[in-house]
C-alpha cells in the first residue's frame, strides 16, 4: 500500500464527512447522509491484504471519529469490523454492484448501531439514534456503492505497493 496516497484519499472523504458539502445531497435536515468513510472501510477490507487491513481500518475509524462528535467509539468498532471484513476476503463475493451494496448495507447497519451504542456509553447520555435516522443513513451509504466503487477500482492499481523486482522507472540499456 502506498500509504501517503491512501491517506490523501482519507483525508478527501474526512473533509467530505465533516464539511456542509455533503448537506448538499443530505435528507432530514441533514441528519441523513452517506458515509463515505464507510464505503472506503469496506472497500479496502476486501481488496488489501489482511495484515494492511489493520491499519486501514484503525485510520478510517479515526478520520470517521474525527469528523463526528465523539472520539473513540468509530476507531473502536471500525477496527473490528474491518479485521472481520478482511478474514471474510475470499468468502465474499464482491464483484457484482448489488452483493457490494450488499455488504456495505450490512456493515453499515452494524457499525452505525455499534458506534452509536459506544458513543451513548462514553458521554452517558441518554440520546437515541432514531431507527429511521440509523436506516436512512445505511441505506444511503450502500446507494452511493455503484458510483464511489468503479471510482476506487481505479484508483486501487496507484495505492498498490510495487511488486518487488519491477521498476517504475526509466531503464538503463547495458554499456
Known amino acids: 500500500m502506498r500509504w501517503i496516497l491512501f491517506i490523501l484519499l482519507t483525508m478527501a472523504a ?6 456542509n458539502l455533503l448537506n448538499l445531497i443530505a435528507f ?3 441528519q441523513v447522509r452517506p458515509s463515505i468513510l464507510l464505503v472506503l472501510l469496506v472497500f479496502f477490507a476486501l481488496r488489501t491484504e489482511p495484515m494492511e487491513v489493520v491499519g486501514i481500518s484503525f485510520l478510517l475509524g479515526f478520520a ?9 467509539p468509530n476507531t473502536v468498532c471500525w477496527g473490528v469490523a474491518g479485521s472481520l471484513l478482511a478474514q471474510m476476503q475470499g468468502l465474499l463475493n464482491v464483484r457484482h454492484s448489488v452483493y457490494q451494496i450488499a455488504v456495505v448495507l450490512a456493515a453499515a447497519l452494524v457499525l452505525m448501531a455499534a ?3 459506544l458513543a451513548v456509553l462514553k458521554t452517558e447520555q441518554a440520546g437515541t439514534l432514531p431507527l429511521q435516522i440509523l436506516l436512512g443513513r445505511a441505506f444511503y451509504t450502500a446507494a452511493i456503492v455503484p458510483f464511489l466503487w468503479p471510482l476506487l ?3 486501487r492499481p496507484l495505492l498498490k505497493k510495487p511488486q518487488p523486482g519491477r521498476s517504475s522507472g526509466i531503464r538503463l ?3
Open 14 to 19: 474526512s473533509v467530505l464527512e465533516a464539511g
Open 28 to 30: 432530514g435536515y441533514g
Open 64 to 72: 470517521a471519529d474525527l469528523a463526528g462528535p465523539v472520539m473513540g
Open 115 to 117: 458506534s452509536h451504542g
Open 153 to 155: 477500482e481505479r484508483l
Open 173 to 175: 540499456g547495458h554499456v
